[in-house]
């Protein structure tokens, strides 16, 4: 069964049925995230080596425009995913590529805080209020999270904060949603996004984490935010919106890519 096939099933028999309640009641799609995962969505931009499909910007775009027209709250999901997916592949080696690559885990974005007045949404992706503080092999991350997607109902989150050295810079890690003390506060009645996507805000204080679980180098957060993480998002939400993608994607246009094999390994 080829890429698209998988992707029609399961969009008709688990994500309609799924969007209906998640619009009506609010409800997390599960079932809709678990069945995308068996069906390889979720590590559809997870290397060939690693057990994924290899595919990249194009075709991740493509997934989540269809998906969109079946359920909003899915593509939000999705949207996260694969942009947090982005960071984790460009650097290799993490903990969750293998997990991600069998459908298994679900990331998140934890990056987003309360901007200062005067100061413009994408100062997340510039500077981070979060602290980092390593004890040996842990590290203590401490840090209030706003707008996360999934948020509680992902395996892990892409978690921004400060340089360990105190330096200018960002660092980036991946967090287990199960560490201790990372608290999702109160789910957001409304607004934000789509209803079911299950944003809300995270809260880390602290959270202890093995210091291998920072993605690349400590203070190289913010470029792989601005190279990777941001166009990503950019246009898989314009995908979402119907809005014919720019110049961040090449290759072949969202919608041709899911008709071709994979990369050859």
């Known amino acids: 069964m080829s890429c698209r096939t998988a992707l029609s099933t399961v969009l008709a028999e688990t994500v309609a049925p799924a969007a ?3 619009a009506a009641q609010g409800r997390f799609p599960r079932e809709s995230v678990s069945a995308l995962g068996r069906a390889g969505v979720l590590g559809l931009t997870v290397a060939r080596e690693a057990g994924g499909a290899g595919f990249g910007l194009p075709e991740a775009a493509d997934v989540v425009a269809r998906t969109a027209r079946v359920c909003p709250a899915t593509a939000a999901v999705l949207t996260s995913h694969f942009a947090a997916v982005a960071a984790i592949e460009s650097c290799g080696g993490s903990w969750v590529r293998e997990e991600i690559a069998a459908g298994r885990h679900l990331v998140g974005l934890a990056l987003h805080e309360e901007v200062p007045a005067g100061r413009a949404e994408e100062d997340a992706y510039e500077s981070s209020r979060s602290v980092a503080t390593r004890f040996a092999d842990v590290v203590a991350l401490r840090g209030r999270k706003r707008r996360v997607v999934a948020a ?6 892409l978690w921004s ?10 660092t980036l890690w991946v967090v287990p949603a199960q560490a ?4 999702v506060p109160a789910r957001a009645a409304a607004g934000g996004g789509p209803r079911g996507s299950g944003i809300s805000t ?5 959270v202890l984490v093995p210091a291998d679980v920072m993605l690349g180098r400590d203070g190289g957060g913010r470029d792989l935010l601005l190279a990777l993480v941001r166009p990503w998002l950019r246009e898989l939400g314009a995908a979402a ?3 014919p993608p720019g110049p961040v994607a090449e290759g072949p246009r969202p919608g041709d890519g899911l008709l071709r094999s994979a990369p050859a390994a």
């Open 20 to 22: 209906r309640r998640a």
């Open 152 to 157: 509680g109902e992902a395996d892990s989150y």
């Open 161 to 170: 904060s400060r340089t360990l050295a105190g330096a200018e810079g960002l």
């Open 180 to 183: 201790s003390e990372l608290l």
């Open 202 to 206: 995270l809260c880390a204080d602290p």
């Open 241 to 243: 919106r119907g809005v």
